[in-house]
């Protein structure tokens, strides 16, 4: 529970205690006093969910950001049983609204969209329907890094055929879609430090145009511990060309964290980790100009902005 909802929950025990008091002070009869104060715990609870489901729908919504590299967050309606949503040919998470039997699906956008008109299938038990959307523009800054490493901005034909092979085997973990949900949607930040790179900068190495960046970068020390943001499986290790130290987790329903650049690797593949449990530390593995942490979170297969999930994100 948040603090925000403690402190409501905590206000309506001081309203709900200055209500019941007076009464229950009054009355001398012990079956009618275990009465009050049934109907007074119904009462508290009934208040403190529907504060938690207000707390919710806002969670929700404040994931809504529906630009390239961002998160649609839309509407399935009322349903017995969670829909089956795909966008792309690739499956979508569902996850309940605050009210009972509403159902909503979070949609990864790919950064590379231009089309502001997207659509994504819906099944259900009573058939199938097309729920369109729209995506907004967003423009993203310009980053210029210089490398002393010319292999690192071109590659040698050896290092090209480990990319090629790195790069398949990243893109299967990244298309993992498993039926249990995130233990968390609001995600933990993964280290302690200040943000740097942003997500989407339009990237020049060493004044050539590269892939734009995919995830959000941490500023930290050479071993600085790196944590779950949420639960999940670890689908993947390894120590590749560009990301160096690699871990990924698979929190469930396509959502994916990658976190790289680590100077250890506290994890193995196949191993169930908590949420903001040690996975690994802070380096400057792979192509890197110093200490951080590269953090990418994939949904349905798109690299989305981690911001949105921190509540760092900027339109």
Known sequence: MTNQSSQSNQVLCAQQEATFAGPLKRCRHPSLQMWIVLLC????LCMMGRVQATESKAMLQSLHQPVPGGVAVISLGSHRTPPKVTYAGKPVMVVQDAAPNQWIALVG????NTQP???????????????????????????RITLKNARQVNPLPDDLERIKRELEIQNE???SFRAESPSNLILDRPVQGKLSSPFGLKRY????????????DFAA???TPVHAPAAGTITLVGDYFFNGKTVFIDHGQGMVSMLCHLSAIDVKQGDRVARGQLVGKVGATGRATGAHLHWNVSLNDAR???AIFIGAFVP
Do not use: M, W
């Open 221 to 223: 020390p050479t071993g």
């Open 41 to 44: 715990c119904g009462l508290l």
């Open 109 to 112: 956008i790919p950064l590379s």
């Open 205 to 216: 190495f060493n004044g050539e145009a590269r892939n734009p960046h995919s995830g959000l």
């Open 304 to 306: 989305v902005d981690p």
């Open 173 to 175: 973990a990244y298309r």
């Open 117 to 143: 008109s997207q659509s994504i299938q819906v099944q259900t038990a009573a058939g199938s329907r097309e729920i369109t959307f729209e995506v907004k523009p967003k423009r993203y800054r310009e980053q």
